[in-house]
């Protein structure tokens, strides 16, 4: 018998929203494949899910799967937003990763397959250390990832860091982008002029770590970013691209969107969208990691009403540092409290996958998170993009200048800026990007549904999985 091990994959996601959410949707798939999964989150993590999801109930439902945990290291009450992710990752480099390794090397049933974000560099030595193959799981765009694969071959030749302060100067040392993308356009950090900046070192290791996998996993489509992967094929040829993922389990599935929000939903949003007219609302988010200055979100703010336009604003707990409750970021001014009242519906966090597939939404101004942008592509609603760090910075130039599917805002933040863009996808160009953006949500659905790339994929995953064909180096 070639095969008479049972397939046991074991999943490891970057334990914030984005990456857990991802990864829970791709361990459902394996799950209703019949393929025994463990997944691990970390304790923080896990205690959010378990409060504000019926993820963990939802999961009771395969008897092969089992969820595990390990502590990141933290302090309970220590943040765990963007500014805090390199903390993050040191601490889970000495408190999680050995953990991790003795929980692979003691599994019951021996693991088969180790999926991991791509930025645990530990796990290449476990997985070799086991004898089993290795898939890193970037939750982040392919063509960001390529601009951090590429960091290396910058930095040789001298383009980061930058020069000088033009930051409209094209970068011509990140092949298949020549002519897209703009210093500006690089993850923020590349900004820096300090080679030794620690978000530098963990990317210069994890591009070193890459190709050391047996394959990448994608939450993309081919139709959306073929060139792109076919660059990232010349460091690792093997590639599924299997997204969007949040689709994908949907067709599968044939079912609705399930949650795994590690807050909790506010739902009354939902019934003041059902008031308002088809495509009228701009929904607003900086997803869950980013911050923003009070300025920032004063600017917005001042922008959305005096756009006119509707809009349903998620102002997530936390994201002014700061500023410790809503009070503290009350608009002083009468006009924007007037504005809001009338047209304005704020929450602390929302069911977005409902949201973005809401008739009443017409438009999404984002952070340009990975998650996000699918998640309005598919449901084909036009993007204006206000990009904070990682890959945001180049999600928002591909939205513009490649997918034309919305406008990329980044550097600039003013009211004036914010009015002028909603209005423009709101009203005076909404029918020229409604246009593209359905196009788009068409060719993603596609690549999901039978027959499509990202469903054949999948199959070709599951398959390699179940039959331990993916070959060790
Ligand atoms: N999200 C949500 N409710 C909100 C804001 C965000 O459910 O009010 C989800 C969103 O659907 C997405 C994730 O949080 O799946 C954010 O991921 P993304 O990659 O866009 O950004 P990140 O949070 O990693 O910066």
Partial sequence: MQHEREAHVFIFPLPVQGPVNCMLKLAEILSINQIKVTFL???YIHQRLITHTDAPIRFRNYPDFCFRTVPDGLPEENPRTSTEIGNLLESMDASAAPIFREMLLTAETPVTCLIADGVFAFATDVAAEIG???LYFDTVSPCGFWTLLCLPKLIQAGEVPFKDGNLDEMITNVPGMEGIIR??????FCRTNDINDRRIRLILREAEHIPLAQGLIFNTFNNLEA?????IRTICPNIYAIGPLHAHLKSREARPATSN???EEDRSCISWLDKQPSKSVVYVSIGSLAVMTKDQMCEIWHGLVNSGVRFLWVRRPGSVPGCSDETEILSPDQDVT???EERGCIVRWAPQEEVLAHPAVGGFLTHSGWNSTLESMVEGKPMICRPYFLD????????????KVGLDMKDSCDRAVV?????EVMESRKDEFLEVAEEVAESARAAVSPGGSSFADMDLLIEEIKTMKIAIK
């Fill in 183 to 188: 210093r500006r356009d690089l993850p923020s």
């Fill in 227 to 231: 060139p792109i992967l076919a660059q």
């Fill in 338 to 340: 007037r504005g809001t």
């Fill in 132 to 134: 089993v193959p290795l």
């Fill in 41 to 43: 989150n970390t304790d």
């Fill in 261 to 263: 929000s590690i807050w």
């Fill in 392 to 403: 945001q910075h180049v999600n928002s130039r591909y939205v513009e200048a490649v997918w």
């Fill in 419 to 423: 009015e002028k863009m909603v209005r």
